[in-house]
């Protein structure tokens, strides 16, 4: 808790040396007594104690002073710091000062001069405590309001996660949904008209089937990921780690799908290395994906470029493409969970919506960055970065 202060005022020195005199033989070892023998000067204590995190339990002022009197002080007080509590010593004070002090300050006793030392410290002793309370209370109620607005936020939270949750399985469903559609049609086929099927139509129905279940795997293996990422099970192992023979594996895997397609995959590099920090397996998965990606949204015949070079911090690969691209608002959702975004795959291929989703969390956890520079109508290029050994 805060220090405390009682600031007591009044023009005759006599006076006010008596009464903090009184005050300190009770109250000294758990208040400042602070004293001023003007109003002004009384705002001026006041305003330094609050300056220095103190807080002003009691102001105990004589009514009729020079200048401003003590009810008028009072009000001045009670609009910058309405809990503090006033005592008004009065000798001759008019019932009005008294009124304006009640209505406009908050009065909480008046004291008729000259006091008896039992009766003010009593006085005194109630204001104290009746200050103590509300301030308890005060707190108490803020708590309580703290508490409500956290289980609000908490229940809006569980909220989301719920409707995420149901879209989730609501997107997963409906993609595992047809496939198997796909499957079961093609074995339904295959039962009715077994005897009149040539090899070459059974070849293309398991060709059929191949690519429906590739195509669950692949969802069902995101999914996985996915779930892995958000319980906080990756495994890392972070190593100094040669980048390039990475990348060089994962551009001549992809060398026959890009052909398929009629599009250039060329890697571009000036080193014999590219020693990074990273982890082999989290970075394979990233740049799988990024290149998949690469040659799934490029149109026939264009070129898709890796690139890897190096700075005195960092490593990088680029991944471009020439595709549709994306726009600025696209752009803001490429990592987010089942994105929908306007490009869509060239050669038929089939899009969870959880790559780049999973890119991004794979990133993040091997301390790397990834970015995308992209205009709609002239492709894309990803970059990923990596603290270099």
Not at 301 to 318: A, D, F, I, N
Request: glycine share 4%.
């Amino acid at each position: 808790m805060k220090q405390m202060a009682i600031l007591c005022v009044d023009d005759e020195p006599t006076i006010l040396y008596s009464l903090k005199e009184q005050l300190q033989d009770q109250f000294a070892q758990q208040y400042l007594i602070e004293t001023a023998e003007n109003a002004e000067e009384a705002f001026e204590v006041f305003e330094e104690l609050q300056a220095d995190h103190c807080d002003v339990a009691l102001v105990i002022s004589d009514c009729i002073m020079p200048g401003i009197s003590g009810d008028e002080l009072f009000k001045q007080i009670h609009q910058v710091a309405p809990n503090t509590l006033n005592i008004l010593l009065t000798g001759q004070s008019s019932a009005q000062a008294l009124v304006n002090a009640v209505n406009h300050a908050g009065l909480y006793r008046y004291v008729a001069k000259p006091w008896q030392k039992e009766d003010l410290i009593l006085t005194v002793a109630g204001a104290l405590e009746a200050y103590l309370k509300d301030k308890q209370l005060e707190e108490q109620n803020y708590l309580l309001q703290q508490q409500a607005i956290e289980l609000r936020e908490k229940n809006l939270r569980l909220l989301s996660l719920d409707q995420e949750k149901n879209d989730f399985l609501g997107i997963a469903a409906h993609d595992l949904k047809n496939p198997l559609a796909g499957i079961l049609g093609i074995a339904e086929l295959i039962q009715e008209d077994i005897a009149e099927l040539s090899k070459k139509e059974l070849l293309e129905y398991a060709a059929k089937i191949e690519r429906a279940s590739k195509q669950m795997f692949n969802l069902i293996t995101n999914l996985l990921d996915v779930n892995k990422i958000e319980s906080g099970n990756v495994k890392l192992s972070l190593q100094a780690i040669d980048l390039l023979p990475i990348v060089q594996q994962l551009v001549a895997e992809y060398h026959a799908r890009a052909q398929a397609k009629q599009i250039d995959l060329k890697l571009i590099y000036d080193e014999k290395s590219y020693i990074a920090i990273l982890d082999p397996s989290l970075v394979y998965q990233v740049l799988d994906n990024l290149i998949s990606n690469a040659i799934k949204y490029s149109p026939l015949g264009k070129s898709v470029k890796v690139r890897l070079y190096q700075t005195e911090q960092h490593v990088s690969c680029e991944v471009q493409d020439e595709g549709v691209g994306f726009t600025s608002a696209e752009q803001q959702k490429l990592f987010h969970k089942f994105s929908r975004l306007s490009a869509k795959p060239t050669g038929g291929e089939h899009s969870t919506g959880l790559g780049l989703f999973i890119v991004k969390k794979l990133v993040d956890a091997m301390s790397a960055n990834i970015c995308c520079e992209s205009d709609a109508g002239r492709g894309t290029k990803f970059i990923v970065t990596f603290p270099i050994a």
